[in-house]
């Protein structure tokens, strides 16, 4: 899993007939700091989150798929949750 910021929407005009109606969200990973970390990705929402949001991004296909319960489609991430807050301790 990862923690990222929605940076925007992604509209596509044609997908898997299995994951009609679900939106697809721009992830930038974030590190620990809230620093961008790597490449922006793309993922599917499964907690109705929008841009700005802080979430945690799961990146590993089955489960990703499983979240969104729409049997055996295509799914590479998605987002499972909204971040309120972070506490790091030494």
Excluded: C, H, Y
Aim: hydrophobic share 50%.
């Amino acid at each position: 899993m990862l923690i990222g910021r929605v940076t925007g929407n992604l509209v596509a005009t044609q997908k898997d007939e299995r994951l009609e109606g679900t939106k697809l969200l721009l992830v930038q990973p974030l590190d620990l700091t809230g620093a961008p970390a790597g490449t922006p990705l793309v993922a599917f929402d499964s907690v109705d989150a929008g841009v700005g949001d802080r979430v945690l991004v799961v990146q590993e296909g089955k489960s990703a798929m499983q979240i969104l319960g729409r049997g055996l489609a295509a799914v590479d991430a998605a987002v499972v949750g909204v971040v309120d807050e972070i506490t790091l301790t030494e």
